[in-house]
């Protein structure tokens, strides 16, 4: 089914944009990582939100959630890889499968993991973000996955299950990889693993990654006061957004950018 908006990213400032785009009556996905490995979740307590004072980050993110179910968003638990602009459609990949709307709303807080030496010039060519869509190509063999969440042991056991042989790295702090034409072999905290592939399961990708050519400043997606970004139907809100990286206000831009997603598919809907 196509969307006219699909959210990446759920935590506040997503959920918010969700809600905004349900008010104007049109569709919306959120997709997003499991709740519980949010930032938010591990906040004890938050005392800054207005009208709300004393709650506990997972008190607040679980109230966000239960307010867009409630208001139609549909939310689907995944990690977005990679999204495409075809025409004026965008198609975004969650794990190996793939999902359609006229506007994006990016949600995704802050990327905070920087790239491993090996990654880049390997990627594709032995190094994947993605188990259940790349490891069939490495069936039986052995490989190693560098967990940086706990739904990255899930991937881990899918790529058991075909029979590879797993090595896990779980949230190293020091990683290479290296190769001649292709990964060949990868080194954490001083264990070496030889491999056909490398799985790279981070819970978020830089924007970058997402969106080839999204305008970045110091990191951090470059928006205008709609919360359009540069690139056409592709709308941003929250930490992603840079600083300051607090609740109220990715709810405050999650709303502008629900409201303009939902405007832009409105408007697009229109001109079809
Ligand atoms: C310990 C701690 C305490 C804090 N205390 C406070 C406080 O007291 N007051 C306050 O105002 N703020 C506090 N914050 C900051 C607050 O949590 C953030 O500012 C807020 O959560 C940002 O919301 P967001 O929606 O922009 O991003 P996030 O909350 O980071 O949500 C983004 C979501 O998108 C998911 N995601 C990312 N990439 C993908 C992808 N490719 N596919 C699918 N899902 C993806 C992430 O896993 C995450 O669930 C605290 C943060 C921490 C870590």
Known sequence: MAYDVIVIGGGPAGLS?????????RSV???????????????????????????????????FRAHAEKAGAVLREGRVLSALAIGSEW????GSDVESASAIVLAAGVARARKLPGEAEFLGKGVSYCATCDGMLY???PVAVVGYSDSAK???????????????????????????DKAERVT????????????????????????????????????????????????????????????SNAVGQGLVAGQSAAKYAADLARKK
């Open 188 to 247: 954490c905290d001083g264990q070496t693993a030889e491999v056909a592939c490398v799985f790279l399961l981070r819970p978020a990708l830089a924007p970058t990654d997402l969106f080839p050519g999204i305008a970045v400043e110091t990191g951090y997606v470059q928006v205008d006061r709609s919360m359009a970004t540069n690139l056409p139907g592709v709308f941003a809100a929250g930490d992603c957004t840079g600083l300051p990286l607090q609740v």
């Open 91 to 94: 198609y975004v990949s969650i």
């Open 139 to 141: 069936r039986g063999r």
């Open 154 to 180: 899930k991937e881990a056991e899918f790529l058991q299950s075909i029979g590879c042989t797993v090595t896990y790295f779980d949230r190293p702090r020091k990683c290479e990889i290296a190769g001649s």
């Open 17 to 25: 944009a969700a809600v905004n785009v349900r008010a104007r009556g």
């Open 29 to 63: 996905l959120v997709v997003s990582n499991p709740m519980e490995e949010s930032p938010l979740w591990k906040a004890e307590l938050v005392d800054n939100y207005l009208g709300i004072p004393g709650v506990s980050g997972a008190e607040l993110l679980t109230a």
